[in-house]
Nanobody, 115 residues
Framework: QVQLVESGGGLVQPGGSLRLSCAASGTIFSVTDMDWYRQAPGKQREYVARIISGGSTNYADSVKGRFTISRDNAKNTVYLQMNSLKPEDTAVYYC?????????WGQGTQVTVSS
């Protein structure tokens, strides 16, 4: 059974930083591509970043240069380092993977950027 558990969200001031974690189980993590998505109140869920099994990364334009996705295969964990946070980054952040052609999502972690 695939499980994804996010952590690391919280309240941060504009310009601050947070690091999100997503611990995965039930897959062969080292060969699994991992994504981060987010959903702000009243908006659709949107793509944030991806890291493929080989380590290459991709980012949404809105976070490029501020966010960094990384992975630790020994810990079955993917990270999202978020710097220079803005109020518009406020959202519930979810990690996602695809395993045997089925999408799996974590429960999400709230990130609030406010002074």
């Amino acid at each position: 059974q695939v499980q994804l558990v996010e952590s690391g969200g919280g309240l941060v001031q504009p310009g601050g930083s947070l690091r999100l974690s997503c611990a995965a189980s039930g897959t062969i993590f080292s060969v699994t591509d991992m994504d981060w998505y987010r959903q702000a109140p009243g908006k659709q869920r949107e793509y944030v970043a991806r890291i493929i099994s080989g380590g290459s990364t991709n980012y949404a334009d809105s976070v490029k240069g501020r966010f960094t996705i990384s992975r630790d295969n020994a810990k079955n964990t993917v990270y999202l380092q978020m710097n220079s946070l803005k109020p518009e980054d406020t959202a519930v952040y979810y990690c996602k993977t695809n395993w045997f052609r089925r999408n799996y999502w974590g429960q999400g972690t709230q990130v609030t950027v406010s002074s």
